[in-house]
T-cell receptor, first 115, second 114 residues
Framework: DTGVSQNPRHKITKRGQNVTFRCDPI?????LYWYRQTLGQGPEFLTY????????KSRLLSDRFSAERPKGSFSTLEIQRTEQGDSAMYLC?????????????FGSGTRLTVV | AQSVSQHNHHVILSEAASLELGCNYS??????LFWYVQYPGQHLQLLLK??????LVKGIKGFEAEFIKSKFSFNLRKPSVQWSDTAEYFC????????????FGTGTRLQVFP
């Protein structure tokens, strides 16, 4: 499968713990995005990278959230001191800039449950 | 700020019925528009997109959407739905030439009964 891969698929954690999610984009895609989706809502933008540069961060991304894409390939999203309100599906997507065929490819997501 | 409204939260149809899902956006500049579909247990997939040109856009699986600039709308249509179209549908907007993020609507859940 050459799509966007996200790990783990599910994560249950206790409030106050740190969690880290990984996203492996399509190899030829230079842009990578993180979104969060809660029940009954559409995906909400969190942040995106072009290569290793983080170009935009949403105000939704509090100080407890950090994302990295160190070598311009895979990315990690870390949430520190998790809260119950962080429970959501975290989606990763990738795309290629400059091709004229804009459209994200989404991964299956990581479902986080904070108990 | 950009926003997207999908007024139909839940639509129930019988097979062969026609479908129209509403999408209105709020943005004063040039936009790119998208419809994504999420089948049960699967990831979001692109149905169709509009960048420029012919405002009637055809996508996969017989779906089409019409961009009406004066109404800030991008409604999704299908003449005859199938049970396999049961899914959640999301409209999204992006500022053309601007930031690369997509703004999604809240989605419309479509249930098609045989």
């Amino acid at each position: 499968d050459t799509g966007v891969s996200q790990n783990p698929r599910h994560k249950i954690t206790k409030r106050g713990q740190n969690v880290t999610f990984r996203c492996d984009p399509i190899s030829e895609h230079n842009r990578l995005y993180w979104y969060r989706q809660t029940l009954g809502q559409g995906p909400e933008f969190l942040t995106y990278f072009q290569n290793e540069a983080q170009l935009e961060k949403s105000r939704l991304l509090s100080d407890r959230f950090s994302a990295e894409r160190p070598k311009g390939s895979f990315s990690t999203l870390e949430i520190q001191r998790t809260e119950q309100g962080d429970s959501a599906m975290y989606l990763c997507a990738s795309s290629s800039s400059g091709t004229g065929h804009y459209g994200y490819t989404f991964g299956s997501g990581t479902r986080l449950t904070v108990v | 700020a950009q926003s997207v409204s999908q007024h139909n939260h839940h639509v129930i149809l019988s097979e062969a019925a026609s479908l129209e899902l509403g999408c209105n956006y709020s943005y004063g500049g040039t936009v790119n528009l998208f419809w994504y579909v999420q089948y049960p247990g699967q990831h979001l997939q692109l149905l169709l997109k509009y960048f420029s040109g012919d405002p009637l856009v055809k996508g996969i699986k017989g779906f089409e959407a019409e961009f009406i600039k004066s109404k800030f709308s991008f409604n999704l249509r299908k003449p005859s739905v199938q049970w396999s179209d049961t899914a959640e549908y999301f409209c999204a907007v992006k500022s053309a030439g601007g930031t690369d993020k997509l703004i999604f609507g809240t989605g419309t859940r479509l249930q098609v009964f045989p």
